[in-house]
């Protein structure tokens, strides 16, 4: 079952959702990510995120498996936007379900962390001034 993805279109959240829960659920957390405005000060318009798209569906497979083991959780997904967002669209979904809370907050996080410092996804922000640039995501 492929636990990470990568999608050019929007993202049905409520269907991700409702694929994470069963019986055994007493907690689920998720975090969304979406454009933004602005970074660093300057007004951003838009963004192009692109990606090595084997390396990242498997590294990502790899980051959803790592929480899996670490941490005591029935189950999670992510789904990370490539290709053209406009300002507020979502770019990255995360989806963790859990017996416990604490599992489910503490794994969520650990995937968006994980998928952001390793998978192979750049994102090019256009800026209002009309130039635009690659970001790195400490830069973020």
């Known amino acids: 079952m492929t636990r990470f993805s990568l999608a050019d279109t929007p993202v049905d959240t409520a269907t991700l959702r409702a694929n994470l829960l069963d019986d055994r659920v007493g907690g ?12 660093d000060g300057r007004p951003v318009t838009g963004l192009r995120y692109e990606a090595y798209v084997a390396l ?6 790899r980051v959803i498996e790592e929480a899996r083991s670490r941490f005591e959780i029935l189950d999670a997904h992510c789904v990370h936007r490539i290709g053209d967002l406009a300002i507020g669209e979502l770019a990255v979904w995360v989806g963790v379900s859990a017996a416990h809370r ?3 907050f503490a794994a969520c996080r650990f995937i968006i962390d994980e998928v952001k410092a390793r998978v192979p996804i750049w994102k090019h922000e256009r800026y209002r001034e009309g130039d635009a640039g690659w970001l790195h ?3 973020e």
């Open 28 to 39: 689920y957390a998720s975090f969304e990510g979406w454009v933004r405005n602005h970074n």
């Open 56 to 61: 990242a569906q498997s590294e990502g497979e």
């Open 102 to 104: 604490d599992a489910a």
């Open 137 to 139: 995501p400490r830069h």
